[in-house]
Structure formats: C-alpha cells, structure tokens
C-alpha cells in the first residue's frame, strides 16, 4: 500500500507556481521522499527525491518539514507542459525495493 | 540517468494470442521491473526481473500468465500470455539506480 497522501487533482495558472503537498505521517527515519510525474501516454519521468533537507534542481524544488510528516514539490513557474500526475512516494535507498505509486495528483496548468 | 526503449509502442492483438514486449537499457542495471498500468489507473508491479534467474512476482501475478526473461544486465523481455480483453493495459519497464526511471510503455489493446 501507499504510504503517501495527495490530493486528488489541482490548477494552477500559467507562469505561477505550482505547489504540490504530501502527506507522508509514517514515514520512518531512513525513507527518502520521492517525486515523479507521468505526462499523459508517456513513462513516468524522475523530478527529484530527498531524506530531510530541502532539495532544488533545474525541474523543481523539495520541501520537506522538519518532523519530515509532509512535503511539498514546487515548480516555481508552472508551464502548460507540465500539465501531468505528480506521484509522491516514500522508499528506503535500497534497489531492491519496489517504488509502490499511489494516485497521485493531477494537476492542470491552465493558461 | 539511464534511458529506456521499449517495444513495441503499442500493439492489438486478438484474444488468446501472446505478445513479447522487449526492454533496453542503454547501460547496464541491477534492477529491472515490469509494471502494469491499467486505464485511468496508477502504477502495479509485476514483477522484478532477475538477471539469470527466474523473476520474482507480486501477489495477482503468476509466470504462466506473464513470463519474463533477463539474459542480462541491460536487456528484458515480458510476454502477455492467452490474451483477454481485460489484459488490455500500458505496460512499463523500468531501470533502477538511486531512482528509478521508465520507459514510454507497450499500450496494449487486446480484442
């Protein structure tokens, strides 16, 4: 089972920032968070991941509380291409271990 | 990180027939997955593909039905064995190093 919780799906307009939450309560002391989102009829695409400090690249931003129960994914001037489904998994940094996708939120950039 | 081609794109079959779907990786990984995504839904594993060895299947999901072969370290097949129209799915094959990445999926249209 997941272990996240997202909304279902959200707007955002076109050249503002997006802020996606995650709710990640159970989250133990070795779990990294994961995001990713999946552009329609494509394979789900890595945007970033973090254990506890905040974590930026050319895609978005991470931010993770500090009793790391919760997260947000910023993309700081949202596009119409980025209209997708934003997955939030937690996972320990083992290979051997299944990235286990919730629904995720939808979210439409709208122009 | 790594990337995926995966064929074919997409396929109709008629019911009671099989189709291999084939995986590339274009450099080698520990870790390969299958995943079944059914529409309007989110990510199901398969299974995990062992390299050399038979592969490891999550619960709902038997060899017979989907074998799987991984002769080596950057190559998989899954096949869609005695087809039905509930097969009827994007199917995805995904890498793993630090994070998992994907390919653009077999949509899969059984008839």
């Known amino acids: 089972d997941a272990k996240t919780t997202q909304p279902t799906s959200m707007d955002c307009a076109e050249g503002r920032a997006a802020n996606l939450p995650c709710n990640h309560s159970?989250?133990?002391?070795?779990?990294?968070v994961y995001w990713y989102r999946q552009i329609h009829s494509q394979g789900p695409q890595y945007i970033i991941h973090?254990?506890?400090n905040n974590e930026t690249n050319e895609m978005a931003s991470l931010i993770i509380t500090e009793d790391r129960k919760s997260s947000t994914l910023i993309l700081p001037h949202a596009t119409l291409r980025d209209t997708a489904v934003y997955y939030c998994?937690?996972?320990?940094?083992?290979?051997?271990?299944?990235?286990?996708f919730g629904p995720g939120t939808r979210l439409s950039v709208l122009p | 990180s790594a990337v995926i081609s995966q064929k074919p794109s997409r396929d109709i079959c008629q019911r009671g027939t099989s189709l291999t779907i084939q995986c590339q990786v274009d450099?080698?990984?520990?870790?390969m997955f299958w995943y079944r995504q059914q529409p309007g839904q989110s990510l199901t594993l398969i299974a995990t593909?062992?390299?050399?060895?038979?592969?490891?299947?999550e619960s709902g999901f038997v060899i017979d039905k989907f074998p799987i072969s991984r002769p080596n370290l950057t190559f998989s097949t899954l096949t869609v064995s005695n087809m039905s129209p509930e097969d009827s799915s994007i199917y995805l094959c995904?890498?793993?190093?630090?994070?998992?990445?994907f390919g653009q999926g077999t949509r899969l249209t059984v008839v």
């Open positions: 998994i937690v996972r320990v940094l083992d290979y051997g271990q299944n990235f286990v």
């Open positions: 159970t989250i133990s002391g070795n779990e990294y």
């Open positions: 973090g254990l506890k």
């Open positions: 450099s080698q990984v520990t870790m």
């Open positions: 593909a062992n390299q050399g060895s038979e592969a490891t299947y």
């Open positions: 995904s890498g793993r190093t630090e994070e998992a990445f």
